[in-house]
């Protein structure tokens, strides 16, 4: 019963270290500290014996690894725990698990209800078994997902996520029922927009991106065929299909709208915000924008003072910046730049108008 003992706990150790290795020495210091290996000095010889027959049991058994085939010398072994034997033995300290129920927090509650995210959901509540229950709960309370006034949340069926999941992660193609027709599809990413998800994917007849919208789609089966890396890498940070022609922009807001805003927070007021500066009593930003009628919606929900497209001057700032290595498609034309913002103004356009249309029709 000793040696079982002290064989689990070298590997509660070893686990807990990772992929580090640690020598000899470390680990008897460690396990006479934890009370695991006698500590009185006349017990030491015998003990460091103990350890190491314990040692070459496990690396003969292939449960740990050494680092050095041979060591010549007064160079002590080091020893990591075999990931490969043990891939799902992992020990995770009090301040990780904290992290992790956190992390659950900043995920919105009706996604944690989704039926593929419940086991993840439920292996952190496994781990955190010994964690004080106060504990646990104050960190799942910690942050909150406060959503627009405008986002929606749509159900989506279980089957159908947990065959998208399946195939994105398994990297398979899949046959879908999507709005009464039947289509071979390569699943990129699920992502939402407006709180509905919509999946990246790549039709595997035309080869061509599709944003397709879950609701309506059915997953029947995964496929055995797989998609040549290149489409997977060049269309993984596309959503819609707009995205693929940026322009640069620029805005100005009123300072006071940020006062407390300053560049040394490392505060963005865009996401795709690339450059800031105060201009007596208005900011602007220089920040990647879309010829869309989305992000036409998107741009005008703060209280700004003026909208431009780039001088040269904008485009050698984002020249400077590399701004190019985040948006591929962006370029540094200034022709091509206003041609963008042109579309994006005649979207900007289209917006102003059917709110327009709104205000005639106010019934006050």
């Given amino acids: 019963m000793q040696k079982v003992n002290l064989v689990v706990e070298i590997l509660k150790l070893l686990s807990e270290r990772g992929e580090k290795f640690i020598s000899t020495t470390e680990i008897f210091n460690e396990l006479r500290r934890r009370g695991v290996l006698e500590g009185a000095p006349q017990r030491e010889r015998a003990e460091r014996k103990r350890l190491q027959r314990a040692l070459s049991d496990l690396l003969e058994g292939g449960y740990v690894e050494r680092r050095f085939f041979r060591t010549k010398g007064k160079r002590p072994d080091e020893w990591r725990i075999n990931l490969k034997a043990f891939p799902y033995f992992v020990s995770y300290s009090e301040e990780e698990l904290i992290s992790l129920f956190t992390l659950i927090s900043f995920v919105p509650k009706k996604y944690r ?49 947990k065959l998208i999941f399946e195939a994105i992660v398994e990297k398979k193609g899949l046959i879908v029922n999507y709005a009464g027709y039947q289509k071979e599809i390569f699943p990129i990413k699920l992502f939402t927009y407006n709180g509905v998800f919509y999946l990246s994917s ?123 290595r985040d948006y591929p498609d962006l370029s540094y034309s200034l022709k091509v730049n206003r041609e963008r913002f042109n579309r994006f103004a005649r979207e900007l356009k289209r917006f102003f108008e059917k709110r327009s249309s709104l205000l005639k029709n106010l019934r006050l």
């Avoid at 086991?119 to 997902?145: C, N, Q, T, V």
């Fill in 113 to 161: 209800e989704l039926e593929v995210l419940k086991p993840a959901m439920g292996a952190i509540e496994r781990l955190g078994r010994g964690i004080d229950s106060e504990k646990k709960e104050i960190a799942r309370a910690s942050f909150d997902y406060l959503p627009v006034p405008v986002e929606r949340f749509a159900f989506i069926s279980n089957g159908t996520l």
């Fill in 202 to 324: 790549v039709d595997l007849k035309t080869k061509e991106h599709r944003s397709l919208l879950v609701q309506k789609m059915r997953a029947l089966s995964l496929i055995d065929v797989e998609l040549p890396d290149y489409f997977r890498q060049k269309f993984k940070d596309v959503f819609f299909l707009f995205d693929r022609e940026p322009f640069i922009l620029k805005v100005r807001l009123p300072a006071d709208y940020y006062r407390d805003v300053r560049p040394e927070h490392g505060i963005l007021l865009y996401p795709t915000q690339f450059n800031y500066r105060l201009l007596g009593d208005e900011v602007e930003v220089l920040l990647v924008g879309y010829p869309s009628y989305r992000f036409a919606s998107w741009i005008v929900l703060d209280e700004l003072i003026a909208i431009s497209p780039p001088s040269e001057e904008d485009v050698e700032v984002a020249r400077e910046k590399g701004v190019k």
